[in-house]
């Protein structure tokens, strides 16, 4: 039977229908007769969301810079948001392609780019752990990290030797806002690459998170912070371990507050957010 369903999925794969059907209250029910723990997991980082994003209204924009498979992308447009999709890696775009443009009779409001964000228009590289893996990466010091210690990350990669690489065109949050408009909300996740996305934004946007490997990248974390600083001297700053459990800081921070909190942190990975 499991060999029946592996060559099933394979085959729906390459139509694009199983990541469509992904997207849709199908796998909804599926998920709610076999194990409601995937449903009430997203449904809680919807609710976070909803409780972070004071003032999100319907049609609003939302970045989703790294959107990988479109897990995010998902929660927000339940937020009733726009999402402008970014993501560099091929497999990864046909995936947010089947799950909410083409296989629809009505496409979902996302615009799909496909590029990699960096602090300037050019041409970057991408280190390859393997076709649409969670952790490909434009940063060579994550990829050296994660093939010298492949426990530092266990899920969603593909061996994590980097034997390849390609270049990707690379554009900024500057020519994304020029081109789609202001968001309320910057999400970026893209594997240790993230000083150097919000090195291209060049004014305040409402809310930004972005992902914080440590302690690899704690110096990195810190630029950000005072990055963010610049762009809005009185804005404030939390982080969250998980999503599902909330804000880890009962209180947003002052940038000199929170970059205490950072220096002493000993979490493996933590998602900052900042408020202008």
Known sequence: MKPFIRQLKRMLSNTGIYHRLRASRIHDLYWKIRDQKW??????????YRNLLVGLRD???????????????????????????????????????AKFVKLRIAPKPVVIVGKA???????????????????NTLSQ???NTLRQDKARHKYGHCGLDFATRKSVQATTLEELINEYGLPVFIKIDVEGYELNVIRGLGR????????????EFRAEGLQCVELLRKLAADGTFNYAVDCEHGLALGQWLTADSFRQVLEGCTEGCVEVFWRA
């Open 39 to 48: 449903i009430v997991s997203r449904d809680k980082e919807v609710e976070f």
């Open 59 to 97: 049609d609003d924009l939302i970045f989703d810079v790294g959107a990988n498979e479109g897990f995010k992308t998902d929660v927000f447009l339940r937020l009733g948001a726009r999402i402008v999709a970014v993501e560099p890696d091929e497999k990864n775009q046909t995936i947010l392609q």
């Open 117 to 135: 964000v960096s602090d300037k228009n050019t041409v970057e590289t991408m280190w390859i752990d393997g076709d649409g893996s969670a952790v």
């Open 141 to 143: 010091k994550w990829a």
């Open 204 to 215: 305040p946007v409402p809310y930004l998170s972005f992902e914080l490997n440590l302690p």
